[in-house]
């Protein structure tokens, strides 16, 4: 039996509104199987994607926190009242030590103790790209006034003098209005754009998590599809939904982050929607024409991937489904499936980039204010 229901909300932000945990920091258990992580940054905002200047700086998108000053709110169609903010952020984690926000004053939308807001951030020269989330249309966006506008885009931050501000983000693509203009996938219109990618000549590769699908943008903007990412099967409605035992439903692909391999193809990361089942997570190879085969399979709620020489790596946010639990953990993934574990017991882990053989993880993503950045050894 198969259950009939409305196409769920952007599957990123539901998950992410579905794990708020207590406790933030990394727990004396955190291990792998090589070295144990340290903490390298502190005091992050719902840490998401991160990545390296060619320096050596890591930057991290800060998604924000609720603040005293928010602006006007408005009734979302699933997650009810949510109200504007101005609290997204990226950090810079210098590479003597030491962090920084070095811009400050992006938009946030704000539910409860959880926040949408920058995404993922990529560095160029002085300027930050930056990938907005949504979880939503531009005609629910336009409600919020036109400091909402970056909400569903991605925009370029200049910085002076080592900082920026968010406030004067300019808008490269406006995804959120692509997805409202043709919509792909052909599900209704949702936009969450969650994670970039550089390509050769200033291009970048987007990941929308809403319209469930993957873009390549130019350096002025143009958005073209590259992939689109159909529901992948069903799966069991838990309890709580009222459904009666058995019933079956379609999840959302929901795709998350894409890196570019070794071969130059394109491969993509999947957390799958509600109700987010356990080992049907995969990652998926696309080519330079789009075409999509699976790469890999029996995987959980992955939200970042990162190549290393050639071996893929990726984030598990929630090694037992997110409806189950928030600990996850990095792994080091096999075509065969028997995925080889290189750091456990993470609370709400999200984001990773690597560097000399280390992975920087950011975990507690839903966490306002208690964020970290870890690192463990690959080797």
């Not at 992050?44 to 390296?52: G, K, M, V």
């Not at 969450?192 to 993957?214: E, H, S, T």
């Not at 071969?263 to 080992?279: H, I, M, N, Q, R």
């Not at 953990?329 to 028997?338: F, I, K, L, N, Q």
Request: charged content about 15%; glycine content about 12%; some cysteine.
């Amino acid at each position: 039996m198969t259950a009939q229901l409305r196409r769920p909300l952007t599957a990123t932000a539901l998950a992410l509104a579905l794990t708020a945990t207590g406790a933030a920091t990394l727990p004396a258990s955190a291990h792998g199987p090589d070295h144990p992580p340290t903490v390298v940054a502190t005091g992050l905002s719902s840490p998401r994607h991160l990545s390296f200047a060619p320096n050596g700086d890591l930057y991290v998108a800060e998604s924000g926190a609720p603040s005293d000053t928010q602006g006007p709110c408005i009734e979302h169609p699933e997650f009810g009242a949510v109200c504007l903010d101005d609290t997204s952020s990226i950090t810079k984690v210098s590479r003597r030590g030491g962090q920084s926000r070095v811009v400050t004053g992006l938009p946030s939308l704000v539910s409860g103790q959880e926040s949408t807001g920058a995404f993922d951030v990529l560095v160029h020269g002085s300027t930050l790209t930056v990938a907005m989330g949504l979880g939503g249309t531009p005609d629910l966006r336009a409600q919020l006034g036109p400091s909402a506008a970056p909400l569903g885009t991605v925009v370029d931050v200049r910085l002076r003098r080592g900082t920026g501000d968010g406030t004067k983000a300019r808008i490269r693509t406006d995804l959120a209005a692509y997805e409202a203009a043709h919509d792909p996938g052909g599900e209704g219109v949702d936009s969450n754009p969650v994670d970039l990618a550089p390509m050769r000549g200033g291009r970048v590769v987007a990941v929308d998590a809403g319209g469930n699908d993957v873009f390549t943008l130019s350096r002025r903007g143009r958005a073209d599809v590259l992939a689109v990412f159909p529901s992948p099967g069903e799966a069991e409605l838990p309890p709580f939904t009222g459904a009666p035992p058995g019933t079956m439903a379609p999840f959302e692909s929901v795709p998350t982050a894409a890196a570019q391999g070794p071969d130059g193809a394109w491969y993509v990361s999947e957390l799958t929607g509600f109700p987010f089942p356990a080992g049907r997570a995969s990652i998926y190879r696309v080519g330079k024409h789009g075409q999509r085969t699976v790469y890999a399979t029996g995987l959980t709620n992955v939200t970042d991937l990162a190549w290393h020489g050639r071996s893929l790596y990726a984030v598990q946010m929630a090694d037992e489904g997110l409806l189950t639990g928030s600990t996850g953990s990095v792994v080091r993934v096999s075509t065969h499936g028997a995925h080889r574990t290189v750091v456990d017991d993470l609370p709400t882990p999200y984001g990773i980039a690597i560097r000399h053989d280390k992975a920087y993880v950011t975990t507690g993503s839903t966490s306002p204010g208690d964020g970290q950045v870890v690192v463990a050894r690959l080797r």
